[in-house]
Nanobody, 130 residues
Framework: QVQLVESGGGSVQAGGSLRLSCAASRYTYSTYCMGWFRQAPGKEREGVASIYRRGVSTYYVYYVDSVKGRFTISQDNAKNTLYLEMNSLKPEDTAMYYC????????????????????WGQGTQVTVSS
């Protein structure tokens, strides 16, 4: 059974940084997409970033417009861990952040469609105060 466990959430002031981690057990990255989603109270879950490993040291990455230039998704294959580095945080980034895995690569991309990901973590809360 695949398990995804997020950590690294917390409370920061606007402009601050956090690094989220997602430890994956019994999961093989190589041919599938992984991603980060978030859900704020009263809002639908939205995709934030996705990644898959194209080659030995090349990766496809995608970011939703609202986080481009501020967030960085990466993965450490040796540690089976997915990361989301978040800088210049804004109050509107406040949400529960979820790690997801198991989506098929589509035309060389990883669309951030929640229903495409078969595995989910329990979430980690990020709160950004102004």
């Amino acid at each position: 059974q695949v398990q995804l466990v997020e950590s690294g959430g917390g409370s920061v002031q606007a402009g601050g940084s956090l690094r989220l981690s997602c430890a994956a057990s019994r999961y093989t990255y190589s041919t599938y997409c992984m991603g980060w989603f978030r859900q704020a109270p009263g809002k639908e879950r939205e995709g934030v970033a996705s990644i898959y490993r194209r080659g030995v040291s090349t990766y496809y990455v995608y970011y939703v417009d609202s986080v481009k230039g501020r967030f960085t998704i990466s993965q450490d294959n040796a540690k089976n861990t997915l990361y989301l580095e978040m800088n210049s945080l804004k109050p509107e980034d406040t949400a529960m952040y979820y790690c997801a895995a198991g989506a098929m690569v589509v035309g060389g991309t990883c669309p951030l469609i929640a229903g495409s990901f078969g595995y989910w973590g329990q979430g980690t809360q990020v709160t950004v105060s102004s």
